[in-house]
């Protein structure tokens, strides 16, 4: 499948979290590749994922509380650079 990688506005971002998060939990993408994906997003686009240690709030209400929890636990472990 291709995603969009390089996402240009908060809202096609949390548009391309939500078609990987659906490609993951339909099983047509590995949890490797759901986890690639969203550290990509986060260490490319660090000012539309995050506000201070929380998801960004218009990402969070755009791709519900399910899909949140699912990338909230692939940034488990996760450093966010200086």
């Given amino acids: 499948m291709e995603f969009l990688m390089y996402p240009t506005t908060v809202k096609m971002l949390a548009a391309e ?3 990987v998060c659906d490609a993951y939990i339909s099983r047509k993408i590995g949890a ?3 986890k690639n994906l969203v550290i990509h997003y986060a260490n490319n686009y660090p000012e539309m ?3 201070a240690q929380e998801l960004n709030s218009t ?3 755009r791709i519900g509380k ?3 929890h699912l990338v909230n636990k ?3 472990g996760y450093q966010q650079k200086l």
């Fill in 17 to 19: 979290i939500i078609n």
């Fill in 49 to 51: 994922l995050f506000n």
């Fill in 59 to 61: 990402v969070l209400n």
């Fill in 74 to 76: 692939m940034l488990e």
């Fill in 32 to 34: 490797d590749d759901l």
């Fill in 66 to 68: 399910k899909r949140a």
